[in-house]
C-alpha cells in the first residue's frame, strides 16, 4: 500500500498565529488526496478534497478561506490553518486514495495534534 | 439521506470472540470499509465488503448484507492489543467515504 507522511505530528501554537501541516504521498504519485479532522471521541470530518494542480474542494460549513489547501505537486499537500483559536484544536489526518486489488482504498498519514492555546 | 450507525463502547474479554455492528443507509453504495484506530493514531484499513457474505482475514472477519445496510466485523482470539476505536464507514456513489463515529473496544484481562 501507499506510505503517507505528515508534519508536524504534534503542533502548539498561540492563538491568531497560522499553522502550516504537510501531507507527503513517499511512494505514490497521488492526484488527489483527503483532509480530514477528529474531535476527541467523535466520527472523522472529510473537510475538503486536495485536488494537484486545481483549487481544492471544500465540504460544506468548511471555510476554505480558514483553511488553506496547496497540492503543488503529486507527492505533497499542505494544510494550513490561518488565524487559529482555540475551537480549531484537534486531530488533523490526510489520506490518499489507491486502487487496491479490487477497491479504491484509503491510506492514512499519522496525523497531525494541533492545540491552539 | 446518508447515516451510518455503530455502538459507541463495547467490553470484551481477552481470549473471547466480540462482534461489532454497523448499519448504514445510502442511496449509492460502493462497499464497506472497517478500520482500526488506536487512541491518538490514524486509522488502519483492516477490512473491505462490496458483495454480501463473510470475508474472513486471520483473527478477523467482516460481513456485509447489502440488503439489510448492516456490516459486522468480529473478531476472534481478543489479545490487548486489539482495544482500540473500530470505524465502519461505507464508500457513496462518488466514492467519498462516510464514517461512522467508531466502537471503542475496551478489552479486559
Known amino acids: 500500500g501507499a506510505v503517507v507522511s505528515q508534519h508536524p505530528s504534534r503542533v502548539i501554537c498561540k492563538s491568531g498565529t497560522s499553522v502550516k501541516i504537510e501531507c507527503r504521498s513517499l511512494d505514490f504519485q497521488a492526484t488527489t488526496m483527503f483532509w480530514y479532522r477528529q474531535f476527541p471521541k467523535q466520527s472523522l470530518m472529510l473537510m475538503a478534497t486536495?485536488?494537484?494542480?486545481?483549487?481544492?474542494?471544500?465540504e460544506q460549513g468548511v471555510e476554505k478561506d480558514k483553511f488553506l489547501i496547496n497540492h503543488a505537486s503529486l507527492t505533497l499537500s499542505t494544510l494550513t490553518v490561518t488565524s487559529a483559536h482555540p475551537e480549531d484544536s484537534s486531530f488533523y489526518i490526510c489520506?490518499?486514495?489507491?486502487?487496491?486489488?479490487?477497491?479504491?482504498?484509503?491510506?492514512f498519514g499519522p496525523g497531525t495534534r494541533l492545540t491552539v492555546l | 439521506g446518508q447515516n451510518i450507525d455503530q455502538p459507541t463502547e463495547m467490553t470484551a474479554t481477552e481470549g473471547a470472540i466480540v462482534q461489532i455492528n454497523c448499519t448504514y443507509q445510502?442511496?449509492?453504495?460502493?462497499?464497506l470499509f472497517w478500520y482500526q484506530q488506536h487512541a491518538g493514531e490514524a486509522p488502519t484499513f483492516l477490512s473491505y465488503?462490496?458483495l454480501d457474505g463473510l470475508e474472513e482475514k486471520g483473527r478477523f472477519s467482516s460481513f456485509l448484507s447489502r440488503s439489510k445496510g448492516y456490516s459486522y466485523l468480529l473478531l476472534k482470539e481478543l489479545q490487548m492489543k486489539d482495544s482500540a476505536s473500530y470505524l465502519c464507514a461505507f464508500s457513496d456513489s462518488n466514492y467519498q467515504l462516510i464514517w461512522g463515529a467508531g466502537t471503542k473496544l475496551i478489552i479486559k484481562p
Open positions: 445510502t442511496s449509492g453504495f460502493n462497499g
Open positions: 486536495s485536488n494537484e494542480g486545481s483549487k481544492a474542494t471544500y
Open positions: 465488503n462490496v
Open positions: 489520506s490518499l486514495g489507491a486502487l487496491t486489488g479490487d477497491h479504491n482504498e484509503q491510506f
